[in-house]
């Protein structure tokens, strides 16, 4: 991701997740705490995904998110639009 990669439109409809890709993923590639990958589809921003060191406590999640429960890794989320 760079400063040329327009994020502004990307919406998965889960307010953390789209304010994270438009206000907070380029400076944390700034700040070197990850990078984060954007995909294209026909011009398209239809997903992206953030590699960073750290960790994610699997049991909280797995209250938000039903596949959690039985997928050993974590996979980039698509958008549904």
Request: net charge negative; hydrophobic share 40%; with cysteine.
């Amino acid at each position: 991701m760079d400063k040329t990669d327009n994020v502004d439109e990307f919406s998965c409809k889960e307010e953390e997740i789209d304010e994270f890709i438009r206000e907070q993923a380029l400076g944390y590639q700034q700040q070197n705490l990850g990078v984060t990958y954007v995909f294209y589809f026909e011009s398209k921003l239809v997903s992206f995904a953030t590699l960073c060191m750290g960790t994610i406590n699997k049991r909280k999640m797995a209250a938000k998110i039903n596949w959690l429960k039985v997928s050993p890794v974590i996979l980039p989320y698509l958008s549904g639009s």
